[in-house]
Structures are given as C-alpha cells and as structure tokens.
C-alpha cells in the first residue's frame, strides 16, 4: 500500500472542494494512505505570509518531497503514475496563497506542475488527489477516463 502525505497552509474552506477531497480519500482507501497535514496560515503582507508558512513548511516536512510549482516540470498522467509507482511513500507538498519563499524551492527533490493555467492552492489539493487516483487505477490496470 502506497502512503501519500500532503503538507499546505491553511484550512479547506470552500464547500465544493472539501466535498471533493472527501470523495478521492474514500475511494483511495484500498489503494493509499493518504496523509493531509494541514499547516499554520501565515498572516499580514504577502511576503510576511510566504516567509512564514515556507518557515512552517521546511519546519514540518519530511525530505524528500515534492512541490507543487508553476515553474515545475509538467508531465501526464501516466508519467505520473510512473512517479507513484516508483516508491511506496510520497511526500507533496503545495504551498499558501501566495507561493514559497526560494528555500522550499531549493528544498524539494522536484518541482511538479499541473498546468500553465495558475489554480487556487484549494484547487491544488483536489487535482493532487485526483491525479493520485488516476495513478492508482493506472497502476492497478483498472480503466479510469484515459
């Protein structure tokens, strides 16, 4: 079994995306333990806030892990299976309102993107999740809408 842990600042707050990420942990339980840390929401200017959730992020985290980032590689959805499959256990790790700082960036082992299109951190955690999926069915050979 696969464990997953994903590290973000700040609570879930939007209704439709809550629901969602209900969903994708239920039928994720026979595949993964999947792990959300949910981490202190930095307050104030926007580089406060960035200097303190990255500072929460680096204190938290397990090395190695990846990084949601709009400068990342993106890959399809089979390369991320791939990635998945390499390893029983995976740390993500996507960052507040505002990004991370440079140190959380030289941190991690990998930047990952999902899109040029620029998503709300919320949003990230439910297409995380969903890919997640997507990559169990691939590698468990079940058909999921590829």
């Known amino acids: 079994m696969y464990r997953i842990r994903i590290y973000y600042p700040g609570k879930t707050k939007a209704k439709f995306i809550k629901d969602g990420i209900s969903h994708y942990l239920k039928i994720l339980k026979p595949f993964a333990k999947i792990e959300f840390i949910e981490l202190k929401e930095g307050h104030g200017e926007a580089k406060k806030v960035i200097e303190e959730e990255s500072k929460n992020i680096l204190n938290v985290v397990k090395l190695p892990f990846i990084l949601l980032?709009?400068?990342?590689?993106?890959?399809?959805?089979?390369?991320?299976?791939?990635?998945?499959?390499?390893?029983?256990?995976?740390?993500?790790?996507?960052?507040?309102?505002?990004?991370?700082?440079?140190?959380?960036?030289?941190?991690?082992?990998a930047l990952l993107s999902f899109s040029k299109l620029t998503f709300t951190h919320e949003m990230c955690r439910l297409l995380l999740l969903e890919q997640i999926y997507r990559s169990?069915?691939?590698?468990?050979?079940?058909?999921?809408?590829y």
């Open 69 to 109: 980032h709009r400068a990342g590689t993106m890959i399809d959805s089979l390369e991320f299976a791939e990635l998945i499959r390499e390893k029983s256990s995976h740390d993500f790790v996507i960052g507040g309102v505002y990004g991370v700082n440079e140190y959380v960036i030289k941190a991690a082992s």
């Open 136 to 145: 169990m069915t691939i590698i468990s050979g079940k058909k999921y809408h």
